[in-house]
């Protein structure tokens, strides 16, 4: 039986000097008929300096040259798109700076999805895209999909997307990200899998961090007991949108726990901000890290004030 999905926009930023492929290949693996996947670049035409033009050629004239350039150079790019019959895939070149381009094209109305490469490479190597990732999923009231460009391999060729991760931290905060996982995962046809991280030597601080054997083993029995329950009172909602589910209680410390855990195909889906406290592990900086180093793609959702 086929599954009706609303139509979703996702917007990929495409540098200035790369198409980031593994990028557009997790566009192309999540887009579904009635989809939009547009190609935006973010050209800043302000920076032109009329100094350094070569002689009888205007700043006006040089603005022309890099629009006709860069349009050129993104529809050849989105004449390579492997996507599904049905996609409709766009390309824009826009004046402006990068994270503010993205934000204004992925959030003005409907369902979307921003794409984007973690980090990209300029024209002398140099790291140019990763602070823009970074200021967009700070900012974007969407989910932001972070891929980490991989060395070595075909860019072009990315693990068949098998299941979604989302870690919970017990917070209200953490769970905003179950909403857009569960659209995703019904739009896959693909399982979710629960993850919650005990951190028993932050608790046993408060106990001076000494503990005998047996304190310290009776502490992380009930910690991890107190996870796994919260975990399945989440799953059963979940399993009752017909979506497949699992739980998974880890040993911090956290973002390492949760690399650990995940295997090629999955794509980690957590909120990108939340609150710290005794058994409540900071999503914010966690959500940061494995942004940058996670093995697989990070979807970060956008969450609102919730304790």
Same mark, same amino acid.
């Given at each position: 039986?086929?599954?009706?999905?609303?139509?979703?926009? &996702?917007?990929?930023?495409?540098?200035?000097?790369?198409?980031?492929?593994?990028?557009?290949?997790?566009? %192309?693996?999540? $887009?579904?008929?009635? @989809?939009?996947?547009? !190609?935006?670049?973010?050209?800043?035409?302000?920076? #032109?300096?009329?100094?350094?033009?070569?002689? %009888?050629?205007?700043?006006?004239?040089?603005?022309?040259?890099?629009?006709?350039?860069?349009?050129?150079?993104?529809?050849?790019?989105?004449?390579?798109?492997?996507?599904?019959?049905?996609?409709?895939?766009?390309?824009?070149?826009?004046?402006?700076?990068?994270?503010?381009?993205?934000?204004?094209?992925?959030?003005?109305?409907?369902?979307?999805?921003?794409?984007?490469?973690?980090?990209?490479? %300029?024209?002398?190597?140099?790291?140019?895209?990763?602070?823009?990732?970074?200021?967009?999923?700070?900012?974007?009231?969407?989910?932001?999909? &972070?891929?980490?460009?991989?060395?070595?391999? *075909?860019?072009?060729?990315?693990?068949?997307?098998?299941? !979604?991760?989302?870690?919970? *931290?017990?917070?209200?905060?953490?769970?905003?990200?179950?909403?857009?996982?569960?659209? !995703?995962?019904?739009?896959?046809?693909?399982?979710?899998?629960?993850?919650?991280?005990?951190? =028993? @030597?932050?608790?046993?601080?408060?106990?001076?961090?000494?503990?005998?054997?047996?304190?310290?083993?009776?502490?992380?029995?009930? $910690?991890?007991?107190?996870?796994?329950?919260?975990? @399945?009172?989440?799953?059963?909602?979940?399993?009752?949108?017909?979506?497949?589910? @699992?739980?998974?209680?880890? $040993?911090?410390?956290?973002?390492?726990?949760?690399?650990?855990? =995940?295997?090629?195909? *999955?794509? #980690?889906?957590?909120?990108?901000?939340?609150?710290?406290?005794?058994?409540?592990?900071?999503?914010?900086?966690?959500?940061?890290?494995?942004?940058?180093?996670?093995?697989?793609?990070?979807?970060?959702?956008?969450?609102?004030?919730?304790?």
């Amino acid at each position: 039986m086929s599954i009706s999905h609303e139509s979703l926009r &996702l917007v990929v930023p495409i540098d200035r000097t790369s198409a980031n492929p593994e990028a557009l290949a997790y566009a %192309g693996a999540i $887009a579904r008929d009635g @989809d939009e996947i547009l !190609l935006l670049n973010a050209i800043q035409l302000d920076d #032109i300096n009329p100094v350094v033009l070569p002689r %009888g050629l205007t700043v006006a004239g040089m603005r022309r040259t890099v629009r006709k350039d860069a349009e050129g150079d993104l529809a050849e790019i989105a004449a390579g798109v492997h996507a599904p019959i049905g996609v409709n895939v766009r390309s824009v070149v826009a004046d402006g700076a990068p994270a503010e381009v993205i934000l204004q094209h992925a959030t003005p109305s409907g369902n979307a999805m921003i794409v984007m490469a973690s980090h990209g490479r %300029g024209a002398i190597g140099r790291l140019t895209y990763g602070s823009v990732a970074d200021r967009v999923a700070r900012a974007s009231s969407v989910p932001v999909l &972070l891929v980490r460009l991989r060395d070595g391999g *075909d860019p072009t060729e990315i693990e068949p997307i098998r299941r !979604l991760v989302v870690p919970l *931290d017990g917070s209200a905060r953490s769970e905003q990200a179950l909403p857009p996982a569960i659209r !995703l995962a019904k739009r896959l046809n693909v399982p979710i899998r629960l993850v919650a991280v005990s951190e =028993v @030597d932050k608790v046993a601080m408060i106990y001076g961090g000494e503990l005998p054997p047996a304190a310290w083993a009776e502490l992380a029995t009930e $910690a991890e007991g107190e996870l796994a329950k919260t975990l @399945d009172a989440v799953a059963g909602p979940i399993r009752a949108e017909g979506i497949e589910v @699992d739980l998974h209680v880890l $040993a911090g410390p956290v973002a390492a726990a949760i690399e650990a855990a =995940v295997a090629p195909g *999955d794509i #980690i889906v957590m909120t990108s901000h939340g609150r710290s406290g005794v058994r409540r592990w900071i999503i914010g900086s966690v959500a940061e890290r494995l942004g940058r180093t996670a093995p697989v793609p990070v979807m970060l959702v956008p969450s609102i004030e919730a304790d």
